[in-house]
């Protein structure tokens, strides 16, 4: 495969004769799958080629070129400072060598690295009790995983040591000097762990209440938000002719119109969409479904996307990556959407996550006249309490219950 991307036989024989000249066919044949294009299979092999001969210097032949030799490149990089641009990227020399471990790795040439700390046995059926009993999506309990890792190796992996005094000083000692947000989840994190541990009678009955509540005032803060305006702006400002453009305005419109989470969109499936019947099946934080009514609006921006924007790969996820290697997106591809558009429009927002608009669109809601069990059916939210935050913005409707200032008469 290499004749594809080289014509010169001069650079063939080169690319050939070199420690790395085996594999490089392969190599070329496994980066058109993963959706490389020509320019970027030529950089790879010439790169690999730099790598496979620094690898021989050092005593390493290919199949020596693992996760350890990679951290030997760092390294040697980061001394002669040739390990990143100076926009903060990778050089190109590093980039490609952790592609073709990866390519190694995949093709069992070499062993792929192993796990260096195992997820204990209790904390894993830990995750699988609350998958089942409380429908806990994996996202979050990935968030648990430090939190549970610390009180371990804290207080020791048998649970019936555990005292109230202990668990106490566990978590005063982890957010001495942390945000009330950050505090709140440890203390979420502890508190549904030790509920798991007394539902298999490893603690004492109550334990769970040795967790004291984290200060963090309810309603204490405005939702963030933008204008109606603001919003369209965004959603505008999408170049609906590229692929990265037409992926990005059906992004935005599924949380401007439908209020979806990033985990929402990223986790999209051609399975949830219900053509026929015009709606869309999201599972949400607690793995319910809910089916929202899917808009022409929202309908059209997805079906562009699916014809002139997304990669031909076989995957049942909606939206793919616009660069190889083409897989499913993330929830921070989501963020980064909005974030993009905020960066073309110029628009100053108070926050640059998904989550802004999703905001607004309850904002929009309640400024229109809608109820707020109306909002909080839409946002999917179990608790009304959560929707209650957005009432604060519903100007309008506060100056109707808003008690008269009294008013002392001048002497």
Known sequence: MLITYFKSALALARYRSGPAGPYLDDFSTWLEDQGYRRIGVRRHIREVAHFADWAKTEGLSVQKCDREALSK???????????????????????????????????????????????????????????????????????????ITYLLQS?????????????????????????????????TALRMFLRFLIARGDCGAGLDHAIPTVAQWRLSSLPKYLPANDVERLIDSCDNTSPLGARDRAILLLIARLGLRAGD??????????????????????????RLP????????ILHYLKHGRAQ????????????????ITS??????????????????????????????????????AALASVGAL????????????AKVDFASLKEVAMPWPEVQSC
């Open 73 to 147: 490149l760092r390294n040697h990089l980061s001394e002669s400072s040739y390990l990143r641009y100076r926009n903060g990227n990778y050089t190109h020399l590093y980039q490609s060598a952790c592609v073709f471990v990866r390519f190694l790795e995949v093709s069992n040439i070499v062993a792929p690295p192993t796990t260096p700390q195992q997820v204990p046995e209790l904390v894993q059926e830990f995750y699988e009790w609350m998958r089942v009993q409380r429908g806990t999506m994996d996202i979050t309990l990935a968030k648990y995983r430090l939190p």
């Open 379 to 390: 946002l999917r939210h179990t608790s009304m309490q959560t929707t209650q935050v957005y």
């Open 294 to 301: 899917l808009s022409q609006e929202v309908g059209d921006a």
């Open 265 to 290: 969109v990223s986790a999209l499936k051609f399975d949830d969409l219900e053509w026929l019947e015009g709606k869309l099946i999201v599972s949400g934080k607690n793995r319910r479904q809910t």
């Open 332 to 369: 921070k591809s989501v963020s980064r959407a909005v974030f993009r558009a905020l960066r073309r429009t110029g628009i100053s927002a108070p926050m640059k996550g998904s989550h802004l608009l999703r905001h607004s669109l309850a904002t929009k809601m309640l400024q229109d006249g």
């Open 313 to 328: 790969i076989v995957s049942n996820c909606v939206f793919i990556t616009t660069t190889a290697p083409l897989v499913p």
């Open 155 to 187: 207080l020791g992996s048998e649970p019936r040591d555990y005292t109230a005094k202990g668990l106490r000083e566990f978590l005063l000692r982890h957010t001495a000097h942390s945000k009330p947000g950050k505090s709140k989840n440890l203390a």
